[in-house]
T-cell receptor
Framework: DTGVSQNPRHKITKRGQNVTFRCDPI?????LYWYRQTLGQGPEFLTY????????KSRLLSDRFSAERPKGSFSTLEIQRTEQGDSAMYLC??????????????FGNGTRLTVT | QKEVEQDPGPLSVPEGAIVSLNCTYS??????FMWYRQYSRKGPELLMY????GNKEDGRFTAQVDKSSKYISLFIRDSQPSDSATYLC????????????????FGKGTLLTVNP
């Protein structure tokens, strides 16, 4: 499978704990995105990387959230001191980027976070 | 008012019916439009994308964009039970240089059930 890969698929944690998710994009894609989707809603943009540079962060991304893409390949999203409101599906997506709008965003199957 | 409005349904149709799914938007900067299909507990899967007004056809799917009315549609012909899923519209501005930063704004999604 050469699609976007996310691990773990499901994470259950207690309030106040830290969690980390991993995303492996499609190999030739240099742009990587994180989105969050809550029940009954469409995904919402969180942040994105061009290679290893984090280019933009949404106001939704509080200071408890940090994302990295250290070598321009896989990315991690860490949430510190989790809250029940963090319960959601965290989606990773990738694209070739650049000036091509014939390379749309391809999503992984997400990590479902449940904070108890 | 949300930037993108999409009737969440649910929508239930018999097998073989023509399905019409719609979104309206308020931001005239949106120029690049996508439709995603999302099965339960999976990530969004890209169905179609377009950046011009008019129709674009791909097999049983037709995407229609009316920028003057800020209205987009997805038509599914000869619907099948395997089409049962949530359909998400998504859109974003195009950059002056061409291409997109793929900070997508999604609708809430419409839950479709096709009954055999």
């Amino acid at each position: 499978d050469t699609g976007v890969s996310q691990n773990p698929r499901h994470k259950i944690t207690k309030r106040g704990q830290n969690v980390t998710f991993r995303c492996d994009p499609i190999s030739e894609h240099n742009r990587l995105y994180w989105y969050r989707q809550t029940l009954g809603q469409g995904p919402e943009f969180l942040t994105y990387f061009q290679n290893e540079a984090q280019l933009e962060k949404s106001r939704l991304l509080s200071d408890r959230f940090s994302a990295e893409r250290p070598k321009g390949s896989f990315s991690t999203l860490e949430i510190q001191r989790t809250e029940q409101g963090d319960s959601a599906m965290y989606l990773c997506a990738s694209t070739l980027g650049g000036n091509s709008y014939n390379s749309p965003l391809h999503f992984g199957n997400g990590t479902r976070l449940t904070v108890t | 008012q949300k930037e993108v409005e999409q009737d969440p349904g649910p929508l239930s149709v018999p097998e073989g019916a023509i399905v019409s799914l719609n979104c309206t938007y308020s931001n005239s900067a949106f120029q690049y439009f996508m439709w995603y299909r999302q099965y339960s507990r999976k990530g969004p899967e890209l169905l179609m994308y377009t950046y011009s007004s008019g129709n674009k056809e791909d097999g049983r799917f037709t995407a229609q964009v009316d920028k003057s009315s800020k209205y987009i549609s997805l038509f599914i012909r000869d619907s099948q039970p395997s089409d049962s899923a949530t359909y998400l519209c998504a859109m974003t501005p195009l950059l002056n240089s061409g291409g997109s930063n793929y900070k997508l704004t999604f609708g809430k999604g419409t839950l479709l059930t096709v009954n055999p």
